[in-house]
Structure formats: C-alpha cells, structure tokens
C-alpha cells in the first residue's frame, strides 16, 4: 500500500486553477506533510509546508499568494490549491510526509521520510 497518494493534476490554461490532493495512510498522516514539484531537467522544489495542525504553513516565494495548503486531518488529507497558474508551474509535483516532526516543517526534500508517486500539472501559456 503506497503510504502517500497524489491525486488532482492535469492541463490547465494560464490563470486558472487546480486543487491537488494527497491522502495517506497510517502514521504517514501524522506527520508534517509538504508539496515539491520538479520539472524536466531541474532539480525538486520546495512549494509548500503544513504542520500536523494547522498552525504553521510555509510557502515558497514564488507561489506566495496564489498557492493554499490545507489538510483535513479527519480525511487524511493534504490539498494544494493553486490559482493564477503560470506555465513555470509546469511540473510534477509531489507530496511527502516527516512523521517524526509533526509540528516542523522543512523546505529541505531530505527532511522528508516518505513521497508519492507525483502527479503531474501542465499549465499551457
């Protein structure tokens, strides 16, 4: 069983939105959970962080304001809503899980212990 699912990517027209989905499955959840994506020649990014309440959110510069991370913890589930999307957020992106820091999060992809299979998002210009 593949600890962490990534759902909700697809070709969207610039501006628009997508909302990702990440449902995981046993102790991967109780964890602070984050968004990478990686595009085709460059190295895995850092878009977003949530701790395993709520409280603490991080965001990379580039998608401040346009980008949401949540999680509904009674779903087991962590969303990336993303809107005003822009061609350079081309990518897979990707969720992961470091379960030993629930209320940490990273912007470090080694921090993390645990990723999904990715998905991919393509915004066309």
């Known amino acids: 069983v593949q600890p962490l699912v990534e759902s909700g990517g697809g070709l969207v027209q610039a501006g628009g939105s997508l909302r990702l989905s990440c449902a995981a499955s046993?102790?991967?959840?109780?964890?602070?959970m984050g968004w990478f994506r990686q595009a085709p020649g460059k190295e895995r990014e850092f878009v977003a962080a949530?701790?395993?309440?709520?409280?603490?959110?991080d965001y990379a510069d580039s998608v401040k304001g346009r980008f949401t991370i949540s999680r509904d913890n009674a779903k087991n589930t962590v969303y990336l809503q993303m809107n005003t999307l822009k061609p350079e957020d081309t990518a897979v992106y990707y969720c992961?899980?470091?379960?030993?820091?629930?209320?940490?999060?990273?912007?470090?992809?080694?921090?993390?212990?645990?990723w999904g299979q990715g998905t991919q998002v393509t915004v066309s210009s």
């Open positions: 992961a899980a470091r379960p030993r820091y629930r209320e940490y999060t990273s912007i470090d992809p080694g921090a993390y212990d645990y």
């Open positions: 046993g102790r991967t959840f109780s964890s602070a």
């Open positions: 949530i701790s395993w309440s709520g409280s603490r959110t």
